[in-house]
């Protein structure tokens, strides 16, 4: 364990130092909604409206006054088992001409669950038209790591993430569902340059996955970022590239939670490397860039919301370089489950609890 202590350190210090402070900006913490059950995503309108899950509930509305609607129907019932139910939730590109919104949901076959995605046309309170557009295959008898943050690129391709439901070492084959993201159209078809269309499973991007929890477009580059609610240890930040390994379980920074040993590799041929990990792990949640102008000096910090430590976290990036991170909302003492910029540069937080809360911070 010590050598594989030294090799961690040191590749730590290859990664970058990072420096974690506390707040140094005054913020004004508005709590916008209470009293929801356990709410896990949410997707702004332009007009600064949004729509937000419950994972031990459903679909609602809220209103960009702070109203908040009835259960959204359409959508199939949700599997609130573990840490499954209502998930992710995204809107099209164009929902303003479409009115198209995704969401991702465990959803029950017997005594076996999976992650599957949905579309519908939002009218009034109702999806109308909703359309099953992607199951994760195999569906199994597990409670844990279902994914499912979506994200949309800028060519409209629709990212979803995909748990490895505690099968870690299937996260290695492209096979199956485990432990990647997939790339589809926003019908749910294959892109004809997906990097495995030959295969049995020809909507996978990227593999070697534990359980992405976070997933955002880089405002500028339009890269797809993600991170790793990883093993005690080993949470990390990658960026997306088609086709890659990221190593899991072979190479991780982290252990199990009981102590023992995963693996003694850090990095192995043909296995991508994390920008940054979080030792000990913060147990991340959610992740944006923020783009706005509400709060100026932060315009290209990346948001990540910490289960674990109860805090958000703004990460001051350089590029592809970490410089240093600050922990915002500590004291509220909340699981911080999802972080989303408004239109108005407004940044919204859900806290993760059985009487969740919509936050709306904004300049103190």
């Not at 913020?27 to 937000?52: C, Q, R, T, Y």
């Not at 499954?84 to 465990?106: A, E, I, R």
């Not at 500028?220 to 990883?230: A, M, R």
Request: hydrophobic share 35%.
């Amino acid at each position: 364990m010590l050598k594989t202590f030294l090799k961690k350190s040191l590749l730590a210090a290859s990664l970058g130092a990072i420096s974690i402070s506390a707040m140094a900006t005054d913020i004004k913490v508005e709590e916008i909604a209470l009293g929801l059950k356990n709410p896990w995503s949410i997707a702004f309108m332009a007009n600064g409206d949004a729509l937000l899950t419950e994972r031990a509930g459903g679909l609602r509305k809220l209103t960009k006054a702070g109203e908040l609607g009835p259960e959204i129907s359409g959508l199939p019932e949700a599997a609130v088992v573990g840490q499954g139910g209502m998930l992710g939730v995204t809107l099209h590109p164009d929902f303003d001409k479409n009115q198209w919104v995704y969401v991702c949901l465990s959803v029950a076959d017997g005594n076996t669950r999976g992650s599957e995605v949905h579309r519908g046309k939002l009218v009034g309170n109702t999806l109308e038209n909703v359309t099953q557009i992607f199951v994760a295959q195999p569906k199994i008898d597990s409670a844990h790591h279902f994914g499912c943050r979506l994200v949309f690129d800028n060519d409209n391709k629709l990212f979803i993430s995909l748990g490895d439901r505690t099968k870690k070492e299937e996260s290695q084959s492209t096979d199956n569902h485990f432990g990647v993201v997939v790339r589809v159209n926003d019908d749910g078809t294959v892109p004809k340059d997906n990097p495995f269309i030959s295969g049995k499973a020809p909507e996978i991007f990227s593999y070697g996955h534990r359980n992405v929890q976070g997933m955002t477009l880089h405002p500028s580059n339009g890269q797809v970022w993600t991170h790793e609610h990883g093993p005690k240890g080993g949470d990390e930040v990658n960026i997306l590239n088609k086709g890659d390994n990221y190593g899991w379980p072979k190479i991780t920074f982290g252990i199990n939670y009981n102590g023992t040993e995963i693996t003694d590799k850090t990095a192995m041929e043909g296995m991508r490397q994390p920008l940054t990990y979080w030792d000990p792990s913060i147990a991340p949640s959610g992740m944006t860039f923020y783009t706005g102008d509400e709060f100026p000096e932060w315009k290209g910090n990346l948001f990540v919301g910490s289960l674990k430590f109860r805090y958000l976290n703004r990460i001051t990036m350089d590029g592809e370089k970490v410089l240093a991170q600050e922990e915002l909302l500590k004291d509220r003492n909340e699981r911080i489950r999802d972080v989303k910029q408004a239109p108005d540069g407004s940044i919204y937080v859900l806290t993760d609890d059985v009487k969740g809360k919509v936050l709306r911070l904004t300049k103190g």
